[in-house]
């Protein structure tokens, strides 16, 4: 063991997964119950729990592919590994890249919500504010290191659980059984269909495969850290949704927005609960943002090692900040400022499921290597079509901008990659050949074994 591996802080698992499970909670609860209520209904438990074992099944693939290739650019190695290091891994990065951004985008523009809703009377402009100040205060948390993310994720997921437990407990001791009532469910269709929306609330599971790099034995933890995260989650997501839409009418969720948590504590809690769930709101929208954030640095770092990004995205300004990651931020930061939260929510969700099945395609090439089940990596790449196709089927009828939207990313993703690609063939081109090694063999010997005369 070399001085700096003896030296070197690791993650936990419990750290690991806390990261996970910050961008998760973050993600999900408090940003999506009303959009969410207005597709499944009072039925959004049942939409969650879809979610969770669509999840699951990925990440029991992405746990034995991070054990078998544990690396920091996370899925993009599972990619490579299957693929190879063409234009569709290629695409595949730049694609995840954006919808990342995405995702950290709409769980900022949630904090903004609710901070405008605790400090400034719903005022549209200081959400906005809000949601700027928490991107650049969570780019500043990344740009100092993995360690500084973990330890702020750490207090922020046991503050954000131990209160939603609270939530949890009182309200599903206080439900109205009649308003969960399956009569009152939409079409089985409609429910899924609301999958691809819920299945954002799992985004940051997958943030989890890009902690390899700093896990002391991500051969062993990686899965264990992948499991716990999706586990406390998907408890967490059912029993707030039963108790949310057991305590509310679905058309009060819907209008109550994004601060739908919040007035469900009323009825029960009091101001007092209100208060209570706007604070625990921010806390797990901060949390989700900074873990939103997170995966940038490895991301850029091994996809430009590889040359699937310019070498610049893994530079650093003044020795620190990654180039990848400040892009990032100022990406999800124009986000955040200009486009619809509900919107944001189903474009980066079915980009990421896109972005996911791919992955568990690729696994299926490699199975070999891992030793994971046929039937499973099968049912998982199943899953994701049929809830992406889902969701793609209803958001034509219901709004269509959101597919041209979803259309115009992938397009952004197809033309980033074959630019760079370009131009790095035509620097390759334009490189003069490297010269000739100098020999170090002796002297040229005639056939007699004497060495050549002098003139």
């Keep these: 063991m070399t001085e700096a591996s003896a030296t070197r802080k690791y993650l936990t698992v ?22 969410a209520g207005e597709v499944a209904g009072a039925a959004v438990w049942v939409s969650f729990l879809i979610a969770g074992a ?53 769980v900022a523009v949630s904090f903004g919500t609710y901070a405008s809703a605790a400090f ?30 973990a330890k702020a994720q750490t207090v ?38 609301s999958v691809a929306l819920t299945f954002f609330a799992f985004l940051g599971f997958g943030i989890i495969t890009f902690t390899a790099k700093d896990l002391r034995e991500p051969a062993r933890e990686l899965p264990r850290a992948m ?17 949310v839409f057991g305590t509310l009418p679905v058309d009060e969720v819907i209008s109550s927005g994004g601060t739908a948590l919040a007035v469900a504590a009323q009825p029960t809690l009091g101001d007092f609960g209100y ?19 997170y995966p940038a640095v490895g991301l850029c770092d091994q996809l430009a090692a590889t040359g699937q990004m310019p070498p610049l995205m893994s530079h650093r300004v003044g020795g620190k900040a990654s180039v990848g990651l400040l892009a990032a931020a100022a990406l999800s930061l124009i986000l955040a ?31 070999h290597e891992t030793g994971a089940s046929l039937t499973l990596l099968i049912l998982a790449v199943l899953t994701c079509g049929i809830a992406l196709v889902a969701f793609l089927i209803s958001t ?9 939207a979803m259309l115009v990313i992938v397009l952004i993703g197809v033309i980033a990659d074959l630019s760079w690609k370009r131009v790095r063939a035509r620097r390759h081109r334009a490189e003069p050949p490297a010269p000739a090694r100098p020999t170090t063999d002796p002297p040229n010997l005639d056939p007699g074994g004497a060495a050549p005369s002098g003139p």
Excluded: C, K
């Design 227 to 243: 499991y716990l995260a999706l586990g406390i989650a998907t408890v967490i997501y059912v029993a707030i949704a039963l108790g």
């Design 54 to 106: 669509i999840a699951g099944l990925q990440g029991y693939s992405f746990a034995r592919l991070g054990a078998r290739y544990p690396s920091g650019a996370g899925l993009f190695e599972y990619l490579a590994r299957g693929f190879g290091d063409g234009h569709l891994t290629g695409v595949t990065a730049w694609l995840t890249y954006v919808a990342n951004s995405v995702v950290t985008a709409m």
């Design 275 to 293: 208060v209570l769930m706007i604070v625990t709101a921010l806390f797990a929208t901060a949390g989700a943002t900074n873990a939103g954030l």
């Design 337 to 367: 400022t200009g486009f619809d939260l509900t919107a944001i929510a189903s474009i980066g969700s079915a980009v990421a499921l896109l972005v996911f099945m791919m992955a568990t395609a690729a696994h299926l090439r490699v199975r």
């Design 120 to 149: 400034a009377d719903r005022d549209q402009t200081w959400a906005t504010i809000f949601a700027a100040l928490v991107l650049i205060v969570m780019a500043g948390v990344n740009i100092v290191g993995s360690q500084l993310v």
């Design 14 to 35: 419990r750290q690991a997964s806390f990261i996970g499970v910050g961008a998760m909670v973050g993600a999900g609860i408090f940003a999506l119950l009303g959009a």
């Design 396 to 404: 034509i009828i219901n709004d269509p901008g959101s597919v041209i």
């Design 156 to 193: 922020i997921v046991y503050v954000v659980l131990t209160i939603l437990v609270l939530f949890a407990f009182v309200t599903l001791f206080t439900i109205d059984p009649s308003l969960l009532a399956p009569s009152g469910y939409p079409p089985l269709g409609d429910i899924v269909a």
